[in-house]
């Protein structure tokens, strides 16, 4: 290697990454604020009149509820939380979930089929220079089969369509990624759907998730620095 091209090389590694307060605010505040329109719709509209609308609907409820939630994985701007929320509202917890895993696994494929046929600088267009990185150093290091494939959509299920664009960098089959992300996918999922289902219905829950989101971002404030070091330490192990 060259001098030049040692010189080259990027130097973002070497900075350890900050937590900004802003950006927590920001997120929280949109989820929250999400989460409270949904609890207000249903208060006003009726679960059983939202569930009837979607039924009216047809084959096209839940085909158009799972284009959507395909796209927030392939179009990281969009956020899935609310719309997993809303999915056991809409259809029930079940058929919520599974509707959900469909989007995802649907999302996530075209992730990976954009990474292996479309190559690095069009993931990059998706994701920015920085997350494709750390994409690279996920695949290089962990993504070995179908296990280490399986520990990361039930672990790191919130960066997972980031995994999927590393699948498509490494040489895991897509139809074991398909696979595995169904059914890994399902556990974690359900967890969401059900918690949204109840928030949305229950005010006592909504409270409650309040207050663990307040309880969380005060614990944020008071070890920010901890916090910081530690996703530095979680950047060098991905």
Do not use: C
């Amino acid at each position: 290697m060259s001098e030049a091209d040692g010189a080259a090389a990027p130097a973002a590694d070497d900075t350890a990454p900050e937590i900004s307060t802003a950006a927590v605010v920001a997120s929280a505040g949109g989820f929250l604020a999400l989460l409270t329109i949904l609890y207000a719709l249903v208060d006003r509209v009726g679960i059983e009149d939202l569930q009837q609308m979607i039924a009216d609907a047809g084959f096209w409820g839940p085909l158009l509820f799972v284009g959507i939630k395909a796209l927030t994985f392939t179009f990281a701007p969009l956020s899935a939380g609310p719309i997993q929320f809303a999915s056991g509202i809409l259809f029930g917890v079940i058929p919520g979930t599974l509707y959900s895993v469909l989007g995802e696994v649907i999302g996530g494929t075209v992730n990976v089929l954009i990474a292996r046929l479309l190559g690095r600088r069009i993931v990059a267009r998706f994701v920015g220079a920085v997350a494709l990185q750390r994409v690279d150093r996920f695949y290089e290091r962990h993504l070995e089969d179908w296990k280490s494939l399986l520990a990361a959509r039930l672990l790191l299920f919130s960066v997972y369509d980031f995994i999927s664009y590393a699948v498509g960098f490494g040489k895991i089959r897509l139809s074991i990624y398909v696979t595995v992300s169904f059914i890994g996918g399902l556990l974690p999922t359900y967890i969401f759907v059900l918690i949204g289902s109840q928030a949305a219905q229950r005010q006592d829950v909504l409270l409650l998730i309040y207050v663990g989101a307040a309880a969380l971002f005060a614990a944020f404030l008071l070890f920010r620095r901890p916090l910081s070091a530690l996703l530095a330490k979680l950047q060098d192990w991905l």
